[in-house]
């Protein structure tokens, strides 16, 4: 499984980036994709996620209705758009697919557990 994060930047508060997230290497049946996010000093977490069985989505209240995550099929390929971006929104992000063999909502693949691979990971800078 390969993933691999573009799109982090540097961007004033109030602004907005997109982050994209190429994957490739794992059959694309029932699986999840996740954007994480960690900040120095603080725990990874989990900002917004998309199961493929359902096109589901599901995002951290810290940024529900600032960020919105899409998935291009045919380039295979997930988005995170973010806008109106906060300095607390500095940080690395990264995004983990998990194969999903749960029934549990969405919301479950908020959670780090889920996931066995991760990308590296492209840091985001937010300045006031």
């Known amino acids: 499984v390969q993933l691999v994060e573009s799109g982090g930047g540097f961007v004033q508060a109030g602004g907005s980036l997109t982050l994209s997230c190429a994957a490739s290497?794992?059959?694309?049946?029932?699986?999840?994709i996740g954007w994480f996010r960690q900040a120095p000093g603080k725990a990874r977490e989990g900002v917004a996620c998309?199961?493929?069985?359902?096109?589901?989505?599901a995002y951290a209240d810290s940024v529900k209705d600032r960020f919105t995550i899409s998935h291009d099929y045919a380039k295979r390929t997930v988005i995170l758009q973010m806008r109106d971006l906060r300095v607390d929104d500095t940080a690395v992000y990264y995004c983990?697919?998990?194969?999903?063999?749960?029934?549990?909502?969405?919301?479950?693949?908020?959670?780090?557990?889920?996931?066995?691979?991760w990308g590296q990971g492209t840091q985001v800078t937010v300045s006031s």
């Open positions: 983990a697919y998990a194969q999903v063999r749960t029934y549990a909502a969405t919301s479950y693949f908020l959670r780090m557990g889920p996931y066995n691979s």
């Open positions: 290497g794992f059959p694309f049946d029932d699986y999840a």
């Open positions: 998309f199961r493929s069985s359902d096109n589901s989505v």
